[in-house]
């Protein structure tokens, strides 16, 4: 008896097999070129604005430049010992060095946003969590009360930042590894320790001398940018940087969560201590050039997750972009809006506020809506 095997859907299915996948690859790899091309538009786009954004922000000011002769100072910039006029001191000395440090710091600090929400896996994470800031304003309160100022307030600062997250590194391993949520409370907690400290500073300072420019600089401005302190900020903002985009990928693994990204072989706790490395040398070089700049970290991410998706392979370069000109935007308000510039924190603040508040109200509305 033979048996044979009867002809039917099951062959025919087969011989659709190969049509159905030529199908479904075309259509994937179309989408792919359709969602490559947006990208592209949306880097070219966040490319301009940021030129453009510089450009105003070295234009406008209580004495505005026209962008024209801007322009022709930059192209014919002299670098002898020429006597200068107004416009080109302004430009080449005030506003050059001051919009370029801004786009550092704004871009640095909007990576580091969207590095921290994607390990903690969590929108409203910043790089404030790891008490970086409060560390660093406290090394730059003690340098300002010392009397020290330019590159020692900046190695204070930057000193004490990195001070602070070994101290959470320190106090939140328990048996050789800690959890995101003992690193957020320890974060909290040493950030809690130094603003005490910075209290502290401001009781000893001079009413008179110290205690205005610790006050002031806390709050945050770039007034003080020079040449010098471009050339001491930009190599640790780009090595924090370039770090976050190394570990792009492993960010990506990072947002599933630990045993997701442990599964995937990521070494879950180097990995996300090397991120937290990067974020505080982005941090603590943005607070000792600076001083607190906050919510930059919080609000640039999200609208940057609006525009390029969740990726953090293109999610940190679009932060980057959008961050630099969130803050020369910001920059440029706080010296134009009125005769006395105001600090920079306080905008930020006043600009962020908002619109976490509406971003948790959004978030309520969805939950209620999934309930």
């Not at 453009?52 to 014919?76: E, F, H, N, R």
């Not at 602070?164 to 048996?175: D, E, H, K, Q």
């Amino acid at each position: 008896m033979t048996i044979t095997r009867e002809a039917g859907p099951p062959d025919a299915a087969a011989a659709r097999d190969p049509l159905l996948s030529d199908t479904a690859e075309a259509c994937f790899g179309e989408t792919a070129v359709k969602a490559e091309k947006l990208r592209l538009l949306v880097y070219t786009l966040l490319g301009v604005a940021l030129v453009a954004t510089m450009l105003i922000g070295v234009c406008a000011g209580q004495y505005p430049v026209a962008p024209g002769k801007v322009l022709s100072i930059i192209v014919g910039y002299r670098t002898e010992g020429a006597t200068l006029s107004m416009d080109e001191r302004i430009v080449t000395l005030l506003r050059g060095p001051r919009i370029v440090l801004v786009a550092l710091c704004g871009a640095g600090l909007a990576m580091s946003g969207a590095a921290m929400q994607g390990v903690f896996r969590n929108p409203l994470a910043a790089p404030e969590l790891l008490g970086v800031s409060s560390g660093a304003a406290f090394g730059g309160a003690v340098a300002i009360l010392c009397g020290f100022a330019g590159a020692a307030l900046l190695g204070g600062a930057f000193a004490a930042g990195l001070f602070s997250l070994v101290m959470v590194g320190a106090i939140a391993r328990v048996g050789g590894r800690a959890d995101t949520t003992t690193v957020i409370l320890t974060g909290v907690i040493v950030g809690a320790f130094f603003a005490a400290l910075v209290s502290v500073t401001q009781l000893l300072a001079d009413p008179y001398n110290s205690l205005p420019a610790i006050v002031f600089w806390l709050m945050g401005s770039f007034a003080t940018a020079t040449w010098e302190k471009v050339l001491l900020a930009t190599p640790a903002v780009a090595v924090g940087s370039c770090l976050l985009w190394l570990m792009r990928f492993r960010v990506n693994a990072l947002s599933l969560g630990d045993e997701e990204a442990g599964a995937l072989g990521v070494p879950v706790e180097r990995d996300r201590w090397l991120i937290f490395f990067g974020v505080t040398l982005i941090v603590a070089t943005t607070v000792s050039v600076a001083g607190i700049v906050g919510w930059v970290g919080i609000v640039v991410p999200h609208v940057a997750r609006l525009l390029i998706g969740h990726d953090h392979r293109h999610l940190l370069p679009a932060s980057a972009l959008l961050g630099a000109s969130y803050l020369c935007v910001v920059d440029t308000l706080a010296r134009s809006a009125t005769s006395t510039e105001i600090p920079l924190g306080v905008l930020t603040a006043v600009i962020g506020a908002p619109f976490v508040a509406a971003l948790l109200r959004r978030r309520q509305h969805a939950e209620e809506a999934m309930a």
